[in-house]
């Protein structure tokens, strides 16, 4: 993207048709290599300064009269709602209505630089009438308020309430009846942000009827789908490319505001409009952690066995929609896929407050009660007299079955996971020694979610590709974050032509250009479109290897002929590809992958299955201060089960990368507000873990080959995370002998659960109580027979 002072945006080959300054031009098409283009224009964003309020009125007429200014645009320019997922369609790009959280945006402003944008934007007058702002859980339930966040159909429940699920699967009350022992705990996780190095940023331009938008988006198919819906224009004339990353982490997995903005602008001014966002406004934009406080009652025998769960959670999900319905779900699905829970009860609730909305970050809902039921299970162990790690291995789930909520579990290494760290650590024969403790937890996390946002039978994944005398080329819109998917692509489709990775040119994330992939989030883009591209490349390879063997003479008998090293047979790669394209013409092919159907016999099921889940496993090794209450993380080890490993070094990666976010959100991160505004949003005052922070890691690669990854690869971009965060915590006490039931384990903290041991109370620093919740009633759902494991048994034959 062309930065501000940089001189004018370059399209090669685009023709234009209206241009600011250059010759004139008759009969034949002008070029922009030829002529100038028209100079960029700049866009800020006016956004509130209130928490929630009614928009009274917006008057932008000292803003259009100013120099330098193209033009200003309000709520009533983009009345239309939008949102990621189609059960939240609650966003406007420009409210006119109602401002919901310090940060929604109200008008927006194209000019000649930003400087010129951001005083027009301070022009801007509005007129508010200010209400009651909701800032807590909470909050959010008492009855009645002055006036709801959104204005709902559904009076049955509380007005702040956004969404409310309850299941159970089995008998839990006669699981409880069978328990030795029950014990209850409560936790809570605090909301925490991205904090990508890159800004959220968009480019827009408008030519001869048709949209173009550049954005750092991890989603360039659902903005396509937003875009269209917003400013009511066909998709055939709408392109977006995915641009360049400098981090997502699920921050960019929303369509945004700012995108659809700039999109209005370059439609009205004819010239391509820039908006970048400042740090302080992607703290706004936000999407990131849930706050959550979760409840969790199990059941075990003497010897660690569970016999029933009951988990509860509340999520404060800020003032919109975004992923939430889905966000709910996990906090309480995944828990039976690491655990043979043989009954569980799973009660959910979102609510909406006045902060910046929330949504995915790596580990979408999943790292809230990851925390708490490995916190959880540990007490329990504890309490009975029991390794920690050893009770949790009595309850490992095995590979090829079913949990009791209806998720197939295909390869599993847990064991082989905790065996590697837990050896590796030396985590059994550690010594004793007043503040120093080793904490262990495991993990799951998804490959991919099984079920598109929007419902539909079509690939989740595609891949085309082209051969020709001038080499492989790979069409695929799938965007690469940086967590490697394009070298992935190139790996898969070298590794079956027998070429090296080098050798393939990719083509990613543009939809004029690349055939339909959903987006780089839940970890699905190895295993997708992998798949695809695994699917693609097989199917050239069939057409050059049929070419070479009609050449060698060798008839339908061409299964001998090797591949690798650039050659197919007796002959270069070139010289194949010409063989192929006299034979066939042009060599094309596509591939595609959509997930199998394997979701359990009751509504509410498309959230939580995959095609296969990773598994990790983790110890870590801090030494506390008991006078200073300072937590130092001294070593992690990690082991991954990544099914296979196709680029290890990004694997390694991505371990590493998943263990420094977590440790920041284990000691410092958080999301805080006061008084209906962000405590601190820079990176001055929202703390995060440097290099100099960052302990050594050692990462172990556990290798299950799944029988349905792409040569039997799973995820590896989110996993990770997940056990680090417990694993800290449970090394607090092994160290103080105190519990902190709360993310994150900061040094005041620390310091009060000691105080209380000190004075006899329970050493523990956490959350008291867990609110009443009108819960609705329960969708009761039988377990799958756990005789009936068919699919899973092809599934190991395979």
Not at 235 to 252: E, L, P, Q, S, W
Not at 749 to 771: I, W
Request: proline share 7%; hydrophobic share 35%; with cysteine.
């Amino acid at each position: 993207m062309t930065e501000r002072g940089s001189g004018p945006l370059h399209v090669v080959g685009q023709p234009l048709q209206k241009v600011d300054a250059g010759p004139k031009v008759t009969g034949a098409a002008v070029y922009a290599d030829d002529i100038a283009l028209p100079r960029m224009l700049f866009c800020k964003i006016l956004r509130s300064a209130l928490p929630h309020a009614r928009i009274l009125s917006v008057d932008p007429t000292v803003a259009r009269r100013m120099p330098g200014v193209h033009t200003v645009i309000t709520g009533q320019d983009l009345p239309i709602r939008f949102g990621i997922l189609p059960v939240s369609q609650d966003e406007r790009a420009l409210e006119y209505e109602k401002v919901r959280y310090v940060g929604d945006p109200i008008a927006a402003v194209a000019a000649v630089d930003e400087e010129t944008a951001e005083a027009a934007c301070q022009a801007i007058r509005v007129e508010y009438e200010e209400l009651k702002s909701i800032m807590s859980i909470d909050e959010a339930l008492r009855e009645p308020v002055d006036e709801p966040i959104h204005e709902r159909a559904n009076t049955r429940q509380p007005v702040n309430i956004h969404r409310l699920v309850a299941y159970e699967f089995g008998d839990v009350d006669a699981g409880f009846e069978k328990a030795d022992y029950v014990r209850e705990d409560i936790f809570f996780f605090q909301g925490n942000t991205h904090l990508p190095m890159e800004q959220h940023s968009a480019v827009a331009n408008y030519v001869d009827g048709k949209l173009t938008l550049w954005s750092s988006t991890q989603v360039v198919h659902y903005v396509h789908r937003a875009l269209s819906k917003t400013l009511e224009l066909p998709m055939n004339r709408i392109r977006v490319i995915g641009a360049t990353h400098g981090g997502g982490f699920g921050g960019k997995t929303d369509p945004f505001a700012h995108e659809v903005v700039v999109s209005k602008l370059a439609m009205l001014t004819g010239r391509p409009v820039k908006c970048t966002l400042t740090r302080e406004e992607v703290f706004y934009t936000h999407r990131g952690r849930h706050p959550v406080l979760m409840w969790v009652r199990t059941g075990a025998t003497r010897d660690g066995r569970i016999t029933a769960m009951h988990f509860k959670s509340a999520l404060d999900g800020g003032a919109y929609g975004s992923y939430g319905a889905a966000s709910v779900f996990y906090t309480g699905t995944l828990q039976t896929v690491t655990y043979d829970i043989p009954a569980y009860r799973f009660e959910g609730c979102r609510v909406f407050t006045n902060k910046a909305p929330c949504g995915p970050k790596r580990g979408h809902g999943t790292p809230q009660p990851r925390f708490a039921i490995e916190l959880h299970l540990e007490k329990i162990a504890r309490d009975l007299g029991l390794d920690p790690v050893e009770m949790k291995r009595r309850n490992f789930v095995k590979p090829f079955t079913r949990a009791v909520n209806w998720l197939r579990i295909t390869s599993c290494g847990l064991e082989e996971c905790t065996d590697k760290v837990v050896e590796a650590s030396g985590y059994r024969t550690r010594r004793r020694r007043p503040g120093h403790g080793m904490g262990f937890a495991i993990s799951s996390y998804m490959s991919g979610a099984g079920t598109a946002i929007y419902w539909n039978d079509m690939p989740h994944s595609e891949v085309q590709l082209k051969v020709d005398r001038t080499g492989v080329t790979v069409y695929c819109g799938a965007m690469d974050i940086g967590q490697g998917s394009d070298s992935v692509l190139a790996h898969i489709v070298a590794e079956e032509l027998g070429l090296q990775p080098r050798d393939v040119r990719l083509v990613t994330a543009d939809t004029d250009l690349t055939p339909i992939d959903l987006g780089s989030y839940s970890s699905r883009v190895t295993f997708m479109a992998g798949n695809a591209a695994l699917e693609a490349a097989r199917k050239m390879r069939l057409l050059l290897v049929q070419a070479v063997a009609e050449k060698m003479g060798v008839g339908d008998q061409f299964e001998p002929i090797p591949v690798g090293g650039g050659q197919i047979g007796d002959f270069d790669f070139e010289q194949a590809c010409v063989l192929a394209e006299t034979k066939y013409g042009t060599l094309t092919t596509g591939g595609s992958y959509t997930p199998p159907r394997i979701g359990g016999p009751y509504k509410g099921s498309g959230v939580g299955p995959s095609p296969a889940y990773s598994y990790s496993a983790a110890v870590v090794d801090i030494d506390a201060d008991d006078r200073t209450g300072i937590v130092t993380v001294n070593k992690v080890w990690l082991a991954h089960d990544i099914g296979r490993a196709i680029n290890p070094l990004l694997v390694i990666g991505q371990i590493e990368g998943s263990v420094y976010m977590a440790l920041g959100e284990a000691l410092m991160e958080e999301q805080e507000y006061r008084k209906g505004r962000h405590k601190g949003p820079s990176m001055l005052e929202y703390k995060s873990p440097t290099f100099q922070d960052t302990p050594e890691i050692e990462s172990f690669l556990v290798e299950t080959i799944d029988p349905e990854g792409p040569y039997g690869a799973k995820e590896a971009g989110q996993g990770p995370l997940l056990p680090v965060i417990p694993a800290v915590n449970a090394a607090l006490f092994d160290a103080l002998g105190v519990w902190v039931d709360e993310v994150p384990m900061t040094p005041d903290k620390v310091l009060r659960a000691l105080d209380r041991k000190t004075k006899g109370e329970s050493p523990r620093y956490g959350p008291q109580k867990f609110p009443a919740i009108p819960y609705p009633e329960l969708i009761r759902v039988e377990p799958p027979d756990p005789h009936d494991m068919r699919v899973g048994a092809e599934l190991a034959n395979a």
